[in-house]
């Protein structure tokens, strides 16, 4: 695609990436979903931070997230309605298998079928094919789940 | 424990405020001198005197402008606190700090908008972001996904209290009726004379499930300043002094802007618990002792756990004190009896500041009978703030 046609395309708001958290975006570029995870004390966090609040470590590596969770919490967002997002725009609160949390898109749903409690699993989306960046999505895999 | 204590070290003498409409058809400096010298004239207090001034980010009208324009001589004292409505308690309790310590005898804390012919934040977040600080890197987590509104950053704290809690939309809409109803009553609301059902209120139409159109505030221009002095001086000016009982910022564990979804509790808002608890130890004083509130409704969802957190009603039974009227006219707490911002204006909170002051002061449009104390809390989901004021003994 040219890069004129390029621009008429609307694209999702992009992240500012920094020292602080580009792990995570270097992360979704290869399909990995990736939790920074004091190497001291071990402790997993989200969103990412130079310091582990827990024991103060600026030691830090990252963990492979399984890609499955469920829906902690969610909207519906109707307005302002704002290419290229879906109208409603269904967008969950993640709560992984592994213990953090993570705001993401739904994938494959109509808004009003969402539920606190969906199990949810990792779609790695770009916008365009050949896009050097990827953001995470979830795909609810059993709408008839229900949070007790 | 320390006998140092900020309760009845500063009291509030002046209040002024510009009309509330849609396109204020002047400039925010404009706006800001207006109700700075209208607050002064209420009070009774010379411009050139004034040596403190205080605003919150999102204002755009500097400091040391304000004082030049009005004239006054010598600044010792001037602050603007981070984090938007958040902070409109924050400038009364810097203010109170200052007069407290002797730096400052006069402050004016203001807040001057053209936020609805201006900025309109309501239309989200929808740039690159520019520049990525730790600070601006935080909205990455949330605008890829279209998560880009104040509403929708509320609506996902609102629905997992709804689900903890069981309240429900028409729980929300409660809040909104009620403020109406205060607002109809209000001529300088910009609702006046527009109240609303609970009917309506379910029919109106989404803005981010599970938050309709009714449970945002409005998006207003306008200006409103309030002047604090020491209670000693005060006793010799104009009005009434209202005296600030106490004062107190709070944020707690892992806060964020706005989108404190990491907590292990979600439904809760233990910053404004931590404000709640100053507030009480510094004034004495317990729920049954205040008898009018404004509480912060920026979206009526989060009022909700603010009357938990002052232990208005238990954990997860703000539902049933709103279903039984309790913050209605007439009921056990009255609140936002100016209209709040749902139905006077939007100023960030400001407005509600000043109208605890005229429930203090006996003079509101919707006067609570025999108040002695008045809480204000300022903006939820984010750090915030909170005042109580009283009566002069
Ligand atoms: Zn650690």
């Not at chain 1, 779609?123 to 007790?148: C, G, M, N, P, W």
Request: proline share 6%; with cysteine; aromatic share 8%.
């Amino acid at each position: 695609m040219s890069e004129a046609k390029r621009a008429r395309v609307p694209r999702r708001p992009r992240p500012g990436i920094n020292r602080d958290n580009s792990f995570f975006w270097e992360g979704l570029k290869e399909d990995k979903l990736l939790i920074q995870r004091c190497q001291t004390c071990g402790e997993l966090r989200h969103p990412p931070g130079p310091m582990c609040p827990h024991c103060h470590s600026l030691e830090w590596d990252t963990l492979k997230a399984c890609g499955r969770g469920t829906i902690y919490s969610y909207v519906n967002l109707h307005h302002p309605a704002v290419p290229p997002f879906a109208n409603p725009n269904p967008i969950g609160l993640i709560e992984l298998e592994e213990g953090t949390r993570l705001v993401a898109g739904l994938l494959d749903i109509e808004a009003d079928e969402v539920r606190i409690g969906q199990p949810v699993e990792v779609v790695f989306y770009r916008e365009q094919e050949d896009d050097d960046h990827a953001i995470a999505l979830f795909r609810v895999t059993d709408k008839s789940a229900e949070a007790a | 424990m320390s006998k140092k204590t900020l309760a009845n070290q500063a009291a509030i003498v002046g209040i002024g405020a510009t009309e509330f409409s849609k396109d204020s058809g002047r400039s925010e400096m404009q706006l800001a001198v207006e109700c700075v010298t209208m607050a002064l004239a209420d009070a009774g207090i010379d411009p050139s005197e004034v040596d403190g001034l205080c605003t919150y980010t999102m204002d755009h009208n500097p400091e040391i402008e304000v004082h030049r324009l009005i004239g006054a001589k010598e600044l010792t004292f001037f602050s603007r606190v981070h984090y938007g409505g958040g902070a409109a308690c924050a400038p009364i309790h810097q203010a109170a700090m200052a007069i407290a310590t002797g730096i400052a005898d006069v402050v004016v804390c203001y807040r001057a908008m053209n936020e609805r012919s201006n900025y309109r934040f309501g239309t989200g977040m929808q740039d690159t972001l520019p520049d990525p600080t730790f600070e601006t890197a935080h909205y990455g987590w949330y605008i890829p996904h279209g998560l880009i509104s104040p509403a929708s950053w509320v609506a996902m704290s609102a629905r997992r209290y709804m689900h903890e809690t069981g309240a429900t939309s028409e729980d929300f809409g409660r809040v909104s009726v009620a403020s109406r109803d205060f607002a109809a009553t209000n001529p300088a609301a910009f609702f006046y004379d527009k109240p609303i059902t609970l009917e309506e209120h379910q029919n109106s139409r989404w803005i981010v499930d599970p938050l309709r159109l009714l449970d945002c505030c409005q998006e207003s221009d306008g200006g409103v300043a309030i002047v604090l002095t020491s209670p000693e001086r005060a006793r010799d000016l104009k009005q009434k002094p209202v005296i600030v009982r106490g004062a107190a910022q709070g944020a707690c564990d892992d806060q964020q802007m706005m989108t404190s979804y990491y907590r292990k509790e979600m439904s809760r808002l233990p910053e404004m618990g931590l404000v709640a608890k100053q507030l009480y130890q510094q004034s004495g004083i317990t729920p049954e002792d205040i008898q009018t509130a404004v509480i912060y409704d920026h979206f009526t969802p989060f009022v909700l756990p603010q009357l938990e957190e002052f232990g208005f009603c238990d954990r997860g039974e703000a539902k049933d004190f709103v279903r039984d009227g309790h913050h209605a006219r007439g009921g056990r707490l009255p609140i936002n009896t100016h209209g709040g911002q749902l139905g006077e204006a939007y100023i960030h909170g400001l407005n509600g500041v000043a109208e605890a002051v005229r429930q203090v002061r006996g003079t509101s449009v919707n006067q609570v009978n025999n108040v002695e104390h008045a809480l204000v809390t300022a903006g939820t989901g984010v750090p915030t703030s909170g005042l109580i004021l009283g009566v002069d003994v």
